[in-house]
């Protein structure tokens, strides 16, 4: 097809996928804590490299492989999130949005600043669990294991938010929540609770990326510095309002933007950026944004 | 951004008495930097006098209309390649590079603006980091801007066929009244009866639409005001570091100038200055210790916002009662 060789077009359209899970699940995530916190989480990228940091160091210092880390370093990540919005998050939220991502921006600075000073900026190796590696043959290309994991099982953790968030009674009582806490408060709903819980939950989320994303690229202080201002302009594209929108715009994007790096290499770094701005011009509230 | 509800009531009226506090911290600040190159390292204050222009161009835009730009650094660097690259490929006099790059950047600020003001709040800085993203990205791939290296060697020339830039303290009071020519524009656009308009913004958006005042279009006007002397202040910068690199255009330099703008008091006349001043400071003696300088950054970060929303000039004015 226009000369371009079908392996190379799938293997671009595979990665474009990889990426695109990456992009929903923190786009995801973001929403997530946005709905209910009315905050930016700028720490999202520093929290999803503390993912893959915590996967890498459960490997290195305690012997606990990628299996545990899928578990263990989102639950270790979520809940220091969960003291941050304790101790910090909390007392912002009679205030303006903005003071919640500069708040997360300092934080951001902070935490890679220390992994930089501990770790140095070139990235730690993370092997590729025994029981993923290799790959099949499809006939028109090679399907390494590991990719084909990674994007169904973030497909998975994405569907199932949307489930539990959309179809559920705990869902039900989120998005009661984020239009009127304080009648949800005098339903007997502890709403401070499970507005820490969600903040836990949406870092926790960021976390499990970041575990996914260490056999993939090196772990590194600040491999979550440049994906975060991406998945910001998902999220402008897609809009904020509906949880689907973060999925489907998250995967479409990863998908776009590894069509460009076959045909036009030169603009795959800003295809998305383009995409936004074209987006912002015809339908300002995005893609699956209500118009406010 | 409800940024007068963080910082100390709603803006005080501007009469006589209260102005003559300000002509007197005016004063103060015109002195101090007609003194400062004897005793300090002139080139570092040319730098902190560049960024107290950049902060104070930003905080035209977020203290007084209430629009967080996150993407500020891309008016900054693209205004430094523009002035270098006539400067030193063109050969353009100092004055003419200045102003080249001047244009380019409150033209990629009417860019910017036109499709960034279609969102609000969280959205908007949101939309201002993603294309400045993006516009770094082309600075990093464009055949003219060097790449990882940038624009070397600029010569700083002779302004008005006269006054040779190569000599420090000759670039010293360029710089100096570059700054305060800035610096008394954003005072002077603050106390108009447009900047009247942009606090009404401000305060409340749809009454000001209801009121009949064409929001979108005070609110581009600021946007490229505010692009083009944060240029102003960039192209002035390559002239005095003779260099225009990637630093200046990456998203870490718009949240530096977000923070000398908040450390020195979001919405007051001369925080910014301080603000700079403050944080350029910092980063000379801390520039040994690497990643530190982010983490004291951050650091400084949320400290501000959670307990020191108004800032160092904030404090200051609402312990004077006065507004400064």
């Known amino acids: ?292 | 951004m409800a940024t007068t509800k963080a910082s100390g009531g709603p803006a005080i009226a501007t009469t006589p008495a209260t102005l003559s506090y300000q002509y007197l911290a005016f004063g103060a600040l015109v002195a101090f930097f007609l003194v400062a190159p004897f005793f300090i390292y002139p080139v570092f204050l040319m730098k902190a006098l560049c960024f107290g222009l950049f902060a104070s161009a930003f905080n035209l835009l977020v203290g007084y209309v209430g629009l967080l730009s996150f993407g500020h650094a891309i008016f900054l660097g693209s205004a430094g390649y523009a002035t270098a690259h006539a400067a030193k490929v063109w050969g353009f006099p100092p004055e003419l590079a200045i102003l080249v790059g001047t244009a380019a950047a409150g033209a990629l600020g009417a860019l910017i603006g036109a499709i960034a003001i279609r969102r609000q709040g969280i959205y908007f800085a949101m939309t201002t980091l993603a294309l400045a993203q993006m516009l770094y990205f082309f600075a990093l791939q464009a055949p003219f801007t060097g790449g990882e290296d940038g624009i070397q060697a600029v010569p700083r020339g002779t302004m008005f066929g006269v006054l040779d830039l190569g000599q420090t303290m000759t670039m010293y009071w360029v710089v100096l009244g570059i700054f305060l020519g800035g610096f008394l524009l954003v005072y002077r656009t603050i106390h108009s009866p447009m900047g009247q308009v942009l606090k009404a913004i401000r305060e409340n958006e749809p009454r000001a639409v209801s009121l009949g005042y064409k929001v979108d279009q005070y609110k581009l006007v600021a946007f490229v005001l505010s692009a083009a002397l944060s240029g102003l202040a960039g192209g002035t910068k390559a002239l005095v570091f003779q260099l225009a690199s990637l630093t200046d255009v990456h998203w870490t330099m718009s949240g530096e100038v977000v923070l000398m703008t908040l450390l020195g008091g979001l919405g007051t006349v001369f925080g910014p200055v301080v603000g700079a001043f403050v944080m350029v400071t910092l980063e000379h003696y801390l520039a040994q210790l690497g990643a530190w300088v982010t983490i004291v950054q951050g650091i400084i970060f949320v400290i501000c916002v959670l307990t020191f929303r108004r800032g160092i000039v904030g404090e200051l004015a609402r312990i004077l009662k006065k507004p400064l």
Request: overall charge positive; aromatic content about 12%.
């Open chain 1, 1 to 292: 097809m226009f000369g371009i060789p079908p392996q190379a077009l799938f293997g671009q359209l595979l990665l474009g996928l990889i990426n695109g899970a990456f992009y929903a699940m923190l786009s995801l995530g973001l929403a997530v804590i946005f709905g209910l916190l009315n905050i930016i989480n700028f720490a999202h990228g520093a929290q999803y490299m503390m993912g893959a940091f915590a996967a890498w160091f459960l490997l290195t210092h305690a012997g606990l492989g990628y299996w545990w880390a899928l578990i263990l370093a989102p639950l270790a990540v979520g809940l220091l999130g969960i003291l941050l919005e304790r101790t910090m998050l909390r007392r912002l939220y009679h205030l303006d949005h903005l003071y919640g991502l500069l708040l997360t921006f300092g934080l951001a600075l902070v935490i890679q600043g220390l992994f930089q000073n501990q770790y140095g900026s070139s990235g730690q190796p993370y092997l590729i669990p025994a029981e993923l590696q290799g790959g099949r043959n499809l006939g028109f290309m090679v399907l390494p294991n590991y990719r084909a994991w990674v994007v169904v099982l973030s497909l998975a953790v994405c569907l199932a938010t949307w489930y539990v968030i959309e179809r559920t009674k705990l869902g039900a009582y989120l998005r009661a929540a984020t239009e009127n806490p304080t009648l949800v408060r005098a339903f007997g709903v502890n709403v401070p609770r499970m507005i820490t819980l969600t903040y836990g939950f949406g870092v926790g989320l960021a976390a499990l990326a970041g575990v996914l994303a260490a056999p993939i690229y090196q772990v590194s202080p600040l491999m979550g510095a440049d994906l975060i201002i991406v998945v910001f302009a998902v999220v402008v594209i897609g809009g904020m309002g509906s949880i689907m929108g973060a999925i489907v715009t998250g995967f479409a994007l990863g998908l776009v933007e590894g069509l460009t790096k076959v045909f036009y290499p030169e603009a795959s770094k800003t295809v998305i950026f383009v995409i936004m701005a074209v987006v912002l011009l015809l339908k300002p509230a995005g893609l699956f944004g209500r118009a406010s």
